[in-house]
């Protein structure tokens, strides 16, 4: 174990007849997966929780309930309630500060976004990659570098990376990058965030991801996509 906080956790991960599966699987480095799942599953925490203390218990309890269902059997055993709220107690010890600044940085007051919007941009960030790390992409190499990145093996382009030629100024190129609109729709929805905001996290992942320097000047909508975000809207 990564982490054991007390004797009575000790006692329990050790001496318990626990299953095999549940002590091997049972570290930091996993449920840290089922932790981001959670605050995933909750984009729109500012709404849906009072306070951090309430969003933190809520994202654990959906971590340590989708940990617990990898074996069906154990719903059955009558330790099973002993055993949840164990594990929920261990990942408050764990995970809870940094859920409480999740929420403290999301959700702050008008006045104190002003002066920290960037931990806000960070976050939303820090989500938007989780998220887009854990899709099963495929990526098409189209040739002088040009490469374009599906929705899956079968899927349809999401994005695309394009080498042009200016028609203005000679022997002059510039990148783009073209993003559907069903890929900004859903980062906007899942994650309650503008049109702007949403292309910007996704431009910040492909640049991370794919070694770019691209901004929002440099995209355009993927053929198809017609959507317009008003060009006044400043949150980017």
Known sequence: MKYI??????????????????????????MEKHITNGEINYPTLCDDFGDEFEFADNVIRYAVNEFMTI???????ERYDEWEEMLIEMCKEKFGER???AYRT????????????DDKKNRINELVFKYLDGQNFKYWDE???EFNVADGEFGKDLIRFRIQSSSTVP?????????SDELVTKISKLFGVNGKIAINSIINWFNQKYEKNLTIDDFEWLQDSDTYYAE?????
């Open 106 to 117: 999301t959700c702050q007051d008008e006045d104190e976004m002003m002066f920290e919007s």
């Open 171 to 179: 022997d002059h190129e510039f990148n783009v990058i073209y993003i």
């Open 5 to 30: 906080i007390t004797e009575r956790q000790h006692k329990f991960l050790i001496e318990q007849e626990i299953p095999n599966w549940f002590k091997r699987r049972f570290n930091a480095a996993n």
């Open 232 to 236: 006044d809207d400043d949150d980017y």
């Open 99 to 101: 859920l409480f600044e």
């Open 143 to 145: 040739g002088d570098g």
């Open 71 to 77: 074996d069906e059997d154990i719903f059955e055993d």
